[in-house]
């Protein structure tokens, strides 16, 4: 069974970093294609980011050059790597499986407040 | 601001015949596939449509997806309460090589 475990959120200051992780079950990460996905308090999805099988990466034009994903294949895990944080990366964040994102793990909340 | 353009709401009966629409351009939807998702509150988001019209296993088939165009229309019939939720669109754009998702739709069970 597919499994998505996101863990890593938490309160930040701006101008701080963070390291979301997704754990996957069931399936390898490096096989497939990976996305970010954040949800801002009361609002829609918005697309982060995303990693292809051969590790290409694309980037939202709001978090380009300031957040990076990436993979780690031996523990079959996802990261997001935020760095420069502003208020306005509050938000949900949610790691996703495959170009349909057909499984979305329970995510996990990052607060950027002074 | 979302580039994919969906209604804010939509409402309907138990029974009734609801579409929800979204609206997109020839970088989007004109030449890439639609995903719906749905969502209820507090929980993660669920692939309801992939590849503008095909349904996941699980998905009940009174949930349908059309695409015509730089658009795009969810379906659902024989409409039930437990239906009542956020509906979004989503689609890759090949000018912003990055993936779009709709404003969201609420959908209301009166």
């Known amino acids: 069974e597919v499994q998505l475990v996101d863990s890593g959120g938490g309160l930040i200051q701006p101008g701080g970093s963070l390291r979301l992780s997704c754990v996957a079950s069931?399936?390898?990460?490096?096989?497939?294609?990976m996305s970010w996905v954040r949800q801002a308090p009361g609002k829609g999805l918005e697309w982060v980011s995303i990693?292809?099988?051969?590790?290409?990466?694309y980037y939202a034009d709001s978090v380009k050059g300031r957040f990076t994903i990436s993979r780690d294949h031996f523990e079959n895990k996802l990261f997001l790597h935020l760095t420069n944080v502003r208020v306005e990366d509050t938000a949900t964040y949610y790691c996703?499986?495959?170009?349909?994102?057909?499984?979305w793990g329970q995510g996990t909340l990052v607060i950027v407040s002074s | 601001q979302s580039v994919l353009t969906q209604p804010p709401s939509v409402s309907g009966t138990p029974g009734q015949w609801v579409t929800i629409s979204c609206s997109g351009s020839?970088?989007?939807?004109?030449?890439?596939?639609v995903y719906w998702y749905q969502q209820f509150p507090g929980t993660a988001p669920r692939l309801l449509i992939y590849?503008?019209?095909q349904r996941p296993s699980g998905v009940p088939d009174r949930f349908s997806g059309s695409k015509s165009g730089t658009s795009a229309s969810l379906a659902i019939s024989g409409l039930r309460s437990e239906d009542e939720a956020d509906y979004y669109c989503?689609?890759?754009?090949?000018?912003?090589?990055?993936?779009?998702f709709g404003g969201g739709t609420r959908l209301t069970v009166l």
């Open positions: 020839s970088s989007n939807i004109g030449i890439n596939f």
């Open positions: 990693i292809y099988r051969d590790g290409t990466t």
């Open positions: 996703t499986m495959g170009t349909d994102s057909s499984h």
């Open positions: 989503a689609a890759w754009d090949d000018s912003l090589s990055g993936r779009l």
């Open positions: 069931g399936f390898t990460i490096s096989h497939n294609y």
């Open positions: 590849r503008n019209d």
